[in-house]
């Protein structure tokens, strides 16, 4: 038994020995990669923690990108779709606390904190509302929300495959168990992911596969990829998404806001059935609204960026004209 323990605690020592040497790499990594690919855009200062702000394009209409739970790098995420558009829109995408260039914040993530970032980022940075908001998964909470608070500030609502409040309220939805979240932004922290190989990059970040990125883009995304992976900021998202969807939901539904869904149908029935049909239920609310289901999966502006910038253009004339 005695040599079975020495054994065991040799195998343990090793471990940690491993662990850490990956963290000092990783740590070293990544403020070489800092360096290396700086913000394009600007970083201002929110809540004494930079937020990432890139804009581009001119036009009537500002559209404000917003990220799902966990993209990584929403700037880079998001460029398939938006440089569709900056010929006649101005684009901005605000990258929340531990997104993208972003820093992690200490702030808690419940949704006014979260919204009230996103305005004073947009504002410091010179941008001016209404905008029309263009969020993806989680962040269609948010977007909601912020047409319920404030909606002078907000033309429209053009939702990527966005999450509403019965999305999470429903009793069929599951978030993991708080070790398997903490697990995950364990194993992010220390660095694990870059020993991963490109086969094991490709398959956690489709995007890679693109011929809409370049050899930079791709190259800034793993970077990304490796820095806002797991950040403490997405694990506390998590933490609160439930109390965050009920606000929503008792806040009732901007019946006003005209909003466009584009749907992934049937790709998410493995987090919640009928996913397609809960989206497309709230927008019988809604006064102007529109939704169009698409054959493909969550992250939809990746593979249908050409028919989703056309529609939104037809859309926002539409709304014009209205």
Do not use: C
């Not at 991963?196 to 800034?220: A, H, Q, T, V």
């Amino acid at each position: 038994m005695k040599i079975f323990f020495k054994v065991v605690l040799i195998g343990v020592g090793l471990l940690l020995v491993l662990l850490l040497l990956s963290f000092l790499y990783h740590t070293y990594q990544i403020k070489s990669e800092a360096k290396k690919y700086p913000a394009p855009g600007k970083l201002v200062q929110v809540n004494n923690n930079d937020i990432h702000v890139y804009s581009e394009g001119e036009g009537d209409h500002t559209l404000v990108f917003m990220a799902g739970s966990g993209t990584s790098s929403p700037t880079i995420d998001f460029k398939p779709l938006w440089m569709k558009l900056t010929d006649d829109y101005r684009i901005v995408v605000v990258e929340k606390s531990g997104y993208g260039w972003s820093e992690t914040s200490s702030s808690p993530r419940d949704i006014d904190t979260v919204l009230q970032e996103t305005r004073k980022a947009l504002e410091l940075s010179g941008e001016n509302e209404p905008y029309v908001l263009i969020p993806h998964s989680m962040s269609g909470l948010e977007a909601i929300y912020w047409a319920q608070k404030y909606p002078d500030e907000v033309k429209a609502i053009i939702g990527i495959d966005p999450a509403i409040p019965d999305v999470y309220l429903n009793s069929a939805f599951k978030l993991p168990s708080k070790s398997q979240l903490y697990a995950m932004y364990f194993i992010s922290r220390i660095g694990v992911s870059r020993f991963m190989g490109r086969e094991g990059l490709e398959s956690n970040i489709p995007l890679l596969k693109s011929d809409e990125l370049s050899e930079e883009d791709k190259n800034e995304l793993i970077a990304m990829f490796y820095k806002s992976t797991f950040t403490k900021n997405m694990l506390n998202e998590a933490n609160f998404v439930m109390e965050n969807a009920r606000k929503v939901k008792n806040s009732g539904v901007p019946t006003n806001t005209p909003m466009y869904y584009f749907i992934a149908e049937d790709s998410n029935d493995s987090i919640v059935a009928n996913w397609d049909k809960i989206l497309s239920d709230y927008l019988t609310n809604v006064n102007n609204s529109k939704y169009k289901l698409l054959d493909s999966g969550h992250y939809i502006h990746h593979e249908n960026s050409n028919l989703i910038a056309r529609e939104i253009d037809n859309f926002l004339k539409e709304v014009d004209n209205n």
